[in-house]
């Protein structure tokens, strides 16, 4: 099918001012062929600006887009091959289904049969053959976006922008939707590009995630590795849920680096390498999922080990949360699998208890630069 | 339906009740006493009308062409004004709505602003700004255009200008509220599927501003058509318009009977399109429900 292509979409230190405020600040970014890129971010971060511009309704204050080596910077919209699906769905209300989805093609000139044969096809992809004379007032928010999105496929584009696609939609049709266009995505084989706030959305739609803040990307990665391996405290944070831990570096060599935390009383430490000095300070955190917690002290150790007393307990099902106040105070967030169905639940509240985790699970945060 | 009490009931059709209660004491009695009025014949009396039943004012009516065409120029300046006004008011109804929400209340303030005159005085400013030693004129000859003052005041083109600014924030109005109401994100949806500014705007934005467009259309068309103080203040001695017409025969014929009847073809000249367009528009709404 489609060849890859590593910068099928390429923006070149793309910048967008509105006055004095800075909405895209010099962002340099790659998108492949085929890829259902993500980009992620709260709202005022400029992410909609960089989806605007690239649909073509905003023009950059500097910088350049290219789009399958041409050159769009200042291509009007109604020229690129790009479409969009609105975050607000926009369906034409005086327009049937069938017109909403048609209308990209009436305004190419496209023959009458062809119109009505890619309608069809159309219609059949996202399952709306029967309301097909139904105005969009008939139609359920769920139902809306369909159409929309029909009406964005319909002339092939080489991408689709989705700004936020799952916002709207309540949370059984959210994972319904989210995919059901993944699936879309993988038949077309189109480029997809969204922007979300929501990084559950991302996670679980993208291929590949920027995390943008303030104008800029903070971070570009899979989403494990935005996950896994956040490169600094914004991110870690915007991701998920994190503990974290200050302190002063006290060993840094080849394999990790020690901290002695305030914070845990204790010494932490983390592997790898990276860039922090003796003497200095630093933040280590930890995911929720990769701390234990149980009643005995853990034998292994080379673990991080603490002692904590059960704040507060909530059992999910698949899940348990528990908050563990440490003995210098600090809360922190254990969650942990109930993998075995048992009479009494192991830790209760009030328990005194150990929490600890494998060095290689720390995550060494630097400055948000 | 026993959820609703007798009582609840009767509560519901009393208040339903009150507003037509309003247009049958304003609107229908005193129809039917200018429709009673108007089959009578005029005679020197107190009150100046016969107890007599005859269609003879209306046949008049029918018969003499000087109202004919009086109505017929009253259709036309008024169509006319209406046009105007929707040409000019729609950019600035749309301006409005896509400006900034400070700047865009300070710009409908402007809009009503000249509702603090009245309107008897708005007009009486127009004769000194179109008069042969008016301010427009003037400036004319200054800036070299003309030589002699062009003869503006008391022609239809001054009423024409005379009811179109007069009614012009009638027809802003509503095109506002309906193309503020409207989702910004639809004509982008146009453009992103390939259509031009102009296309986006016939397909999208015109249909969806159109129960605005008739709106106003109706609130400029249907007072100017009757309009009095404009024809009699801004217009010749011979531009008639029917609501003048009806004025003089009311107050200087003491023709009771036939300016009655004058109010009536009024009436259903501006009735039938109205009745037209509004089930016509009933229809759509059907359609689309």
Same mark, same amino acid.
Request: proline share 10%; charged share 25%; net charge positive.
């Given at each position: 099918m489609s060849q890859p292509d590593p910068s099928f979409i390429r923006l070149q230190g793309i910048s967008k001012h509105f006055g004095d405020f800075v909405a895209v600040d010099n962002v340099d970014l790659d998108i492949g062929r085929g890829e259902l890129f993500s980009i992620l971010g709260g709202s005022g971060c400029g992410k909609t600006t960089l989806l605007r511009m690239l649909a073509g309704f905003e023009t950059p204050t500097a910088g350049r887009i290219e789009i399958d080596g041409v050159? =769009?910077?200042? =291509?009007p919209p109604y020229e690129r091959p790009v479409n969009m699906m609105f975050q607000s769905y926009a369906v034409f209300p005086h327009m049937s289904v069938e017109k909403n989805i048609a209308y990209g093609l009436r305004k190419e000139r496209a023959p009458a049969a062809q119109i009505a044969k890619r309608v069809d096809e159309m219609l059949e992809l996202v399952q709306l053959a029967d309301f097909?004379?139904?105005?969009? =007032?008939?139609?359920?928010g769920g139902q809306q976006q369909r159409v929309a999105l029909a009406r964005a496929l319909i002339k092939r584009p080489k991408v689709l922008l989705l700004d936020e696609p799952l916002a709207a939609l309540d949370k059984k049709l959210r994972e319904h939707t989210q995919f059901e266009l993944m699936n879309i995505q993988d038949e077309l084989g189109i480029t997809f590009v969204v922007v979300t706030h929501d990084q559950e959305e991302a996670m679980t739609l993208s291929s590949r995630i920027a995390v943008m803040h303030k104008g800029r990307f903070l971070q570009v990665g899979k989403p494990k590795e935005i996950y896994e391996y956040p490169c600094n405290r914004f991110v870690a944070d915007f991701i998920g849920t994190i503990n974290t831990f200050e302190g002063t570096v006290t060993a840094v060599d080849d394999d990790g680096i020690a901290i002695e935390s305030t914070d845990a009383g204790t010494s932490i430490t983390a592997l790898g390498q990276h860039d922090v000095a003796v003497g200095k300070p630093a933040c280590i955190a930890v995911r929720p999922e990769k701390v234990f917690i149980g009643r005995d002290e853990p034998s292994d150790s080379s673990d991080i080990r603490m002692r904590g007393v059960v704040d507060d307990l909530a059992y999910l099902g698949n899940l348990s949360l528990y908050r563990v106040r440490l003995a210098s105070g600090k809360i922190i967030l254990v969650s942990q699998q109930n993998r075995q169905r048992s009479a009494e639940r192991y830790v209760e509240w009030e328990d005194e208890i150990w929490v600890s985790w494998r060095p290689r699970s720390s995550i060494v945060l630097v400055e948000d630069r | 339906m026993e959820l609703l009490g007798r009582r609840d009931l009767w509560w519901r059709r009393l208040i339903v009740a009150i507003p037509y209660l309003w247009l049958f004491v304003f609107f229908a009695l005193p129809f039917l006493i200018i429709l009673k009025i108007s089959l009578a014949d005029p005679i020197m009396a107190r009150p100046p009308f016969s107890e007599t039943v005859s269609a003879d004012n209306f046949i008049f009516l029918l018969n003499d062409k000087l109202y004919a065409i009086t109505y017929l120029r009253s259709i036309v300046l008024a169509a006319a004004a209406t046009v105007l006004c929707l040409l000019l008011g729609f950019p600035m109804a749309y301006g409005i709505a896509r400006s900034t929400p400070a700047v865009r209340s300070f710009l409908l303030l402007l809009i009503v602003? #000249?509702?603090?005159?009245s309107f008897l005085l708005r007009v009486y400013a127009w004769m000194g700004l179109l008069n042969n030693y008016g301010v427009v004129n003037n400036l004319l000859i200054w800036l070299g255009v003309i030589d002699q003052p062009l003869q503006i005041m008391y022609t239809d083109f001054a009423i024409f200008l005379g009811l179109t600014y007069s009614y012009l924030p009638f027809m802003i109005l509503p095109l506002y509220a309906t193309l503020e109401r409207m989702d910004l994100d639809l004509v982008d949806a146009a453009l992103d599927l390939g259509a031009s500014r102009t296309a986006a705007f016939w397909d999208i934005t015109w249909p969806l501003a159109r129960p605005g467009v008739v709106a106003g259309c109706l609130l400029v068309f249907i007072p100017a058509m009757g309009e009095y103080v404009i024809p009699y203040l801004l217009?010749? #001695?011979?531009?008639?318009?029917i609501g003048r017409v009806l004025f003089d025969e009311f107050?200087?014929?003491?023709d009771w009977p036939l300016a009655s009847a004058v109010a009536i073809m009024l009436l259903v000249i501006l009735v039938v399109p109205i009745v037209f367009l509004q089930r016509n528009q009933a229809r759509e709404a059907e359609s689309a429900a």
């Open positions: 050159d =769009v910077t200042t =291509v097909r004379r139904r105005k969009p =007032v008939q139609l359920s | 602003l #000249p509702f603090w005159i217009g010749g #001695p011979e531009a008639m318009m107050y200087f014929n003491r």
